[in-house]
């Protein structure tokens, strides 16, 4: 796509082209906000504006316009999120957040076909979300090919591309005037240094220093040469000076067109691995399970879980502040209708039932939702895309998180909406963070993670949960799915000596996306705002992987349940051998096939995600000096005793598993019920319903279920192909199970 560039001066922005370019992007222009003429810095919390006075001769250097605009605005706005949640969100008027917009604007104007814009986060949520805010409301896509990289290893790759910058300002410990000037690649020791004693930020994303390119071989066509410089002092210091070098005379020194095209021919820009090793690992273990000849029967693709429209009413669950509700659909008599329209009316009733148990706003409430679960008779590319331009008509900034699956003929929604207002239900959880909602919402293209492909946030927290959305195999970068497993090398010598293995690679996506899919989840999970996972290499405590990692998982968060939603049947053991791979601790967790996901996916993940921190009890419940304690769940599993039922073949067995994570004595828990029924052979129907109901009375008895049981918030039940929800025997005890054991 053709792109602006947000330029700064500094190395990062610079940089971030190298990588547009090498994604097969076009640079068309770039452009700036600066200060008032004759200030050389101003206290901006977005912008860079040291070093202004050589943003022109870096435009120069590109070959390519500039547009500049003033900053006029002030830093209004200084929360981790830009806007409301309210649909339609717009700026705050005066914020200098809204001078972006302007410059776009303008940016727009000249270059109508600009459908992309080029800036060099690699760690501040401030400045990307407010970025990602202005280009939604155009649309424009973001490139940040530099979000949330290891900042160690970013630095070491910007010197291996001859990327000439210096140091423009100073302002952290252990730097001093004496360092203005210096280039990086000598700075490159000392920032190291400082990085191992105090923990600053070898790119500078503390704020340590800023800079600015002098030259960029591969894009830059000319080298900036400054003839005259003048180092001014902010603030005097032995410690931690402030200083800046202003730029009075400097010239482009134009680079020959052999130059110029041996640069771009031999400037390598490197790219970080697509998969960390233990994912790279999983991939491997799941093409392993692909090319072993072992085997199981099972059933051809499956088709639609539920082969016509539920009349099952909507249900509803208040407990505390949260608000779960299930089985929201249009009227039947619109099921006619299109798909938006079906999905317009469900979030209309679904606002109506809210209002019944909150005294705030309806459409506040549903704004703010924790967790959206949209079920869609079809996911085909045209009607993912009309349903999602009218479900972002419900939404403004930081959406719910949401997963998307294929299911029954017409739409469905369902709902775990937060409603702070409510009295709690527990009267400690004040303590855990004022339970303030927190939102991971990434828009742009890049090589951590997906950007959201609908209005949706990757993950909501509301401590101590996490909610996660569905993460499907998409590679980061482009947002499209692997046409093979095959990714470059290295790979293990065994692998490269199997022939049947290297063919599985080649002929199936599955163990790359199977990879891909838990390595998404595990970033998001560690990026996740109330994340444990904390640290100062990169982004959220190096959430792309390139520090030691032991697990996939537990590294931001314990995962109390996950969800895994397949297309094929035949996919499921191998699946299941890359999760295992993973070695992530256990947890509830249960498998369903659908007839298809999002953007044609075979796989998609979904899970719930806790803190571990949680609230001592205390005798008195006025206490509010209650300590803070970090847990870790405790995972167990059962069965309960089979029942033999009559059958018209003589006796069958109806069997019940369970699996439960918990946090004893708390009630902060998930779980995953399994019942196996021969349902097509039993002849009298009401025999499943006394099963049910006397292994409803067991599951009381599970002392690891019954204080779970007794404050369930959400239930979903998933059903076998062939299963008529409304007329079922089965279905309706498997509703008393999960609903009249609380």
Same mark, same amino acid.
């Given at each position: 796509?053709?792109?602006?560039?947000?330029?700064?001066?500094?190395?990062?922005?610079?940089?971030?082209?190298?990588?547009?370019?090498?994604?097969?992007?076009?640079?068309?222009?770039?452009?700036?906000?600066?200060?008032?003429?004759?200030?050389?810095?101003?206290?901006?919390?977005?912008?860079?504006?040291?070093?202004?006075?050589?943003?022109?001769?870096?435009?120069?250097?590109?070959?390519?316009?500039?547009?500049?605009?003033?900053?006029?605005?002030?830093?209004?706005?200084?929360?981790?999120?830009?806007?409301?949640?309210?649909?339609?969100?717009?700026?705050?008027?005066?914020?200098?957040?809204?001078?972006?917009?302007?410059?776009? *604007?303008? $940016?727009?104007?000249?270059?109508? &076909? #600009?459908?992309? /814009? !080029?800036?060099?986060? +690699?760690?501040?949520?401030?400045?990307?979300?407010?970025?990602?805010?202005?280009?939604?409301?155009?649309?424009?896509?973001?490139?940040?090919?530099?979000?949330?990289?290891?900042?160690?290893?970013?630095?070491?790759?910007?010197?291996?591309?001859?990327?000439?910058?210096?140091?423009?300002?100073?302002?952290?410990?252990?730097?001093?005037?004496?360092?203005?000037?210096?280039?990086?690649?000598?700075?490159?020791?000392?920032?190291?240094?400082?990085?191992?004693?105090?923990?600053?930020?070898?790119?500078?994303?503390?704020?340590?220093?800023?800079?600015?390119?002098?030259?960029?071989?591969?894009?830059?066509?000319?080298?900036?040469?400054?003839?005259?410089? *003048?180092? $001014?002092?902010?603030?005097?210091? &032995? #410690?931690?000076? /402030? !200083?800046?070098?202003? +730029?009075?005379?400097?010239?482009?020194?134009?680079?020959?067109?052999?130059?110029?095209?041996?640069?771009?021919?031999?400037?390598?820009?490197?790219?970080?691995?697509?998969?960390?090793?233990?994912?790279?690992?999983?991939?491997?273990?799941?093409?392993?399970?692909?090319?072993?000849?072992?085997?199981?029967?099972?059933?051809?693709?499956?088709?639609?879980?539920?082969?016509?429209?539920?009349?099952?009413?909507?249900?509803?669950?208040?407990?505390?502040?949260?608000?779960?509700?299930?089985?929201?659909?249009?009227?039947?008599?619109?099921?006619?209708?299109?798909?938006?329209?079906?999905?317009?009316?469900?979030?209309?009733?679904?606002?109506?039932?809210?209002?019944?148990?909150?005294?705030?706003?309806?459409?506040?409430?549903?704004?703010?939702?924790?967790? +959206?679960?949209?079920?869609?008779?079809?996911?085909?590319?045209?009607?993912?895309?009309?349903?999602?331009?009218?479900?972002?008509?419900?939404?403004?900034?930081?959406?719910?998180?949401?997963?998307?699956?294929?299911?029954?003929?017409?739409?469905?929604?369902?709902?775990?909406?937060?409603?702070?207002?409510?009295?709690?239900?527990?009267?400690?959880?004040?303590?855990?963070?004022?339970?303030?909602?927190?939102?991971?919402?990434?828009?742009?293209?890049?090589?951590?993670?997906?950007?959201?492909?609908?209005?949706?946030?990757?993950?909501?927290?509301?401590?101590?949960?996490?909610?996660?959305?569905?993460?499907?195999?998409?590679?980061?970068?482009?947002?499209?799915?692997?046409?093979?497993?095959?990714?470059?090398?290295?790979?293990?010598?065994?692998?490269?000596?199997?022939?049947?293995?290297?063919?599985?690679?080649?002929?199936?996506?599955?163990?790359?996306?199977?990879?891909?899919?838990?390595?998404?989840?595990?970033?998001?999970?560690?990026?996740?705002?109330?994340?444990?996972?904390?640290?100062?290499?990169?982004?959220?405590?190096?959430?792309?992987?390139?520090?030691?990692?032991?697990?996939?998982?537990?590294?931001?968060?314990?995962?109390?349940?996950?969800?895994?939603?397949?297309?094929?049947?035949?996919?499921?053991?191998?699946?299941?051998?890359?999760?295992?791979?993973?070695?992530?601790?256990?947890?509830?967790?249960?498998?369903?096939?659908?007839?298809?996901?999002?953007?044609?996916?075979?796989?998609?993940?979904?899970?719930?995600?806790?803190?571990?921190?949680?609230?001592?009890?205390?005798?008195?419940?006025?206490?509010?000096?209650?300590?803070?304690?970090?847990?870790?769940?405790?995972?167990?599993?059962?069965?309960?005793?089979?029942?033999?039922?009559?059958?018209?073949?003589?006796?069958?067995?109806?069997?019940?598993?369970?699996?439960?994570?918990?946090?004893?004595?708390?009630?902060?828990?998930?779980?995953?019920?399994?019942?196996?029924?021969?349902?097509?052979?039993?002849?009298?129907?009401?025999?499943?319903?006394?099963?049910?109901?006397?292994?409803?009375?067991?599951?009381?008895?599970?002392?690891?279920?019954?204080?779970?049981?007794?404050?369930?918030?959400?239930?979903?039940?998933?059903?076998?192909?062939?299963?008529?929800?409304?007329?079922?025997?089965?279905?309706?005890?498997?509703?008393?199970?999960?609903?009249?054991?609380?």
């Amino acid at each position: 796509m053709k792109y602006v560039a947000l330029l700064s001066g500094g190395k990062d922005s610079c940089f971030n082209l190298l990588h547009c370019l090498r994604n097969g992007h076009q640079l068309v222009a770039a452009a700036t906000l600066s200060p008032e003429p004759g200030k050389d810095e101003i206290d901006s919390y977005l912008y860079q504006t040291v070093g202004q006075d050589g943003i022109a001769l870096i435009a120069d250097a590109l070959r390519v316009p500039l547009y500049r605009r003033v900053i006029r605005g002030h830093p209004l706005e200084q929360g981790s999120e830009y806007g409301t949640t309210s649909p339609g969100s717009a700026g705050t008027p005066g914020d200098e957040t809204e001078d972006l917009y302007l410059l776009l *604007e303008t $940016v727009l104007e000249h270059h109508p &076909d #600009v459908q992309g /814009v !080029a800036v060099g986060a +690699i760690l501040s949520n401030y400045q990307r979300v407010r970025v990602e805010h202005v280009c939604r409301r155009f649309p424009l896509t973001p490139l940040a090919y530099l979000w949330q990289r290891n900042q160690v290893a970013l630095l070491s790759e910007m010197l291996a591309t001859h990327i000439d910058a210096i140091l423009i300002k100073v302002a952290g410990a252990g730097l001093t005037l004496s360092h203005l000037g210096l280039p990086l690649s000598a700075m490159h020791p000392t920032l190291l240094r400082l990085h191992a004693m105090y923990g600053t930020h070898p790119c500078g994303e503390g704020g340590e220093y800023e800079s600015f390119t002098r030259d960029c071989p591969g894009i830059f066509k000319g080298r900036i040469v400054l003839q005259e410089t *003048e180092k $001014v002092t902010s603030i005097e210091g &032995d #410690v931690a000076p /402030v !200083a800046y070098l202003r +730029i009075k005379k400097a010239e482009v020194m134009y680079k020959n067109e052999e130059d110029v095209s041996a640069e771009a021919k031999h400037t390598n820009v490197p790219v970080p691995p697509l998969l960390e090793p233990c994912f790279q690992h999983v991939r491997i273990q799941v093409a392993r399970s692909l090319g072993s000849p072992r085997s199981c029967t099972l059933p051809a693709r499956i088709g639609p879980a539920v082969s016509r429209s539920l009349s099952l009413p909507p249900s509803v669950r208040a407990l505390g502040p949260w608000i779960a509700v299930g089985n929201v659909h249009a009227p039947f008599e619109n099921a006619s209708h299109s798909i938006p329209e079906q999905l317009t009316q469900c979030f209309y009733n679904l606002k109506d039932i809210l209002a019944k148990h909150t005294t705030s706003s309806s459409s506040e409430v549903l704004a703010k939702s924790a967790m +959206i679960t949209l079920f869609l008779p079809t996911l085909d590319s045209s009607t993912f895309s009309a349903a999602n331009a009218a479900y972002s008509t419900f939404f403004g900034t930081s959406p719910p998180a949401r997963a998307c699956i294929t299911a029954g003929e017409s739409v469905t929604i369902e709902c775990v909406a937060w409603a702070p207002e409510r009295p709690p239900a527990n009267s400690k959880a004040h303590l855990l963070e004022s339970q303030t909602r927190r939102s991971l919402h990434v828009q742009s293209l890049s090589y951590w993670a997906p950007a959201n492909i609908g209005p949706y946030s990757q993950a909501i927290s509301i401590s101590p949960w996490t909610f996660v959305s569905g993460q499907i195999g998409l590679l980061p970068a482009s947002l499209t799915l692997p046409a093979s497993s095959n990714i470059p090398p290295p790979c293990p010598i065994d692998v490269e000596r199997d022939s049947e293995i290297r063919s599985c690679l080649d002929a199936s996506s599955l163990a790359l996306e199977t990879a891909l899919v838990l390595q998404h989840t595990s970033r998001l999970i560690r990026a996740a705002p109330i994340s444990c996972k904390k640290g100062d290499e990169g982004g959220f405590g190096g959430s792309d992987g390139a520090s030691e990692e032991t697990n996939a998982d537990g590294q931001g968060g314990h995962v109390q349940l996950a969800l895994y939603y397949l297309v094929d049947a035949h996919d499921l053991k191998h699946v299941q051998a890359g999760v295992t791979a993973a070695n992530d601790p256990l947890t509830p967790t249960l498998y369903v096939v659908v007839s298809s996901l999002p953007r044609g996916a075979r796989l998609e993940k979904v899970v719930v995600v806790h803190s571990g921190r949680c609230a001592l009890s205390s005798p008195d419940p006025t206490d509010d000096d209650a300590e803070i304690v970090e847990r870790i769940p405790e995972f167990l599993q059962g069965d309960v005793p089979s029942f033999v039922l009559t059958t018209c073949s003589g006796d069958g067995q109806l069997e019940l598993y369970w699996e439960v994570s918990h946090f004893l004595p708390l009630s902060e828990a998930c779980a995953v019920l399994f019942i196996r029924c021969p349902v097509d052979e039993v002849c009298s129907s009401t025999v499943i319903v006394d099963a049910m109901e006397g292994a409803a009375e067991r599951l009381k008895s599970v002392p690891a279920l019954s204080p779970f049981l007794a404050r369930t918030l959400v239930s979903k039940i998933f059903v076998r192909p062939g299963i008529e929800p409304d007329e079922s025997t089965l279905f309706r005890g498997l509703v008393r199970v999960n609903f009249d054991i609380r």
